[in-house]
């Protein structure tokens, strides 16, 4: 990657745009870093939804070539602050934060003011493999409900779950359960009642299918999460897979000791 002496800068057009200050005037930082810096500040005073210079104005207003402004507007789309948005690039609403607990997917979305949605991609038997029978208690093979979804936020794509059930307990579902909706709600409707789950959280890149459902391309960072839910009797209630963009949502969790 390029990398130009801060401290050798010969003042220009834009200059004063340019001259971020350095601890260390000697100090060698690179140019995409330094472009993406001015950028940050040119979009922290632009509203959601306003365009965002194009790569061509950026090169000339930061006397630069136009890869390095490329290199920079790619990290600020991968962190979610750009979105593209027909041939241009806009500001971005901030990431989905979504807490790490019992609550579905629904009521987080709601509680943080935004409109979440679930496009059905599949609910299909299939035959269960070692980690989901180990998960739900049956045996390798055992025929369970897989209950595929896209996570919507305001229309926006912005995970892809796939749930695994039990058809002895949960077959029921198929008759009274709407699968645009919440299925924790269905599954608390039905009487079983939540007593834990176990997740672990991990970053992976997505496969090409994954990318088509969710519109993005294989090179965005997801976060991957399993999880597994017990009912308070200690009884497996799902298996889930759940893989979320990360441009797009974050997770936090509260911690005591």
């Known amino acids: 990657m390029d990398a130009i002496d801060v401290a050798a800068v010969t003042p220009g057009p834009g200059a004063d ?3 971020a200050a350095s601890a260390d005037s000697g100090a060698r930082l690179p140019k995409a870093y330094r472009v993406r810096t001015q950028i ?3 979009i922290g005073e632009l509203d959601e939804g306003d365009p965002v210079p194009s790569e ?7 006397e630069v070539a136009r890869e390095t402004v490329r290199q920079a507007l790619r990290d600020l789309l991968v962190e979610g602050r750009i979105r593209r948005q027909g041939r241009g690039t806009v500001v971005s609403r901030p990431k989905l934060v979504q ?3 019992l609550r579905s997917y629904t009521e987080a979305a709601l509680s943080l003011g935004r409109q979440p949605g679930r496009v059905l991609v599949g609910w299909d038997d ?6 989901t029978a180990d998960a739900l208690g049956v045996g390798v093979g055992a025929t369970v409900m897989h209950l595929e ?8 794509k912005i995970g892809l779950e796939s749930t695994y059930l039990t058809v002895e307990r949960f077959g029921g579902l198929r008759g009274s359960y709407d699968p645009t909706t919440s299925l924790y709600a269905a599954i608390r409707a039905a009487g079983v009642v939540f007593g834990a789950a176990r997740e672990r959280i991990e970053t992976v890149l997505a496969s090409p299918r994954e990318a088509a459902l969710l519109e993005c391309t294989t090179a965005l960072p997801m976060i991957l999460l399993h999880r597994r839910t017990v009912d308070a009797d200690g009884r497996a209630i799902e298996r889930v897979r759940a893989l979320y963009r990360g441009d797009r949502i974050a997770f936090e969790a509260q911690l005591r000791e």
Do not use: Q, T, Y
């Open 149 to 156: 979804r896209v996570l919507l936020a305001d229309g926006e």
């Open 126 to 131: 299939v035959p269960a493999d070692a980690e």
């Open 17 to 19: 745009e340019m001259s």
């Open 40 to 42: 940050e500040r040119i």
């Open 99 to 101: 807490p790490l607990s």
């Open 56 to 62: 061509r104005e950026l090169a000339a207003r930061f």
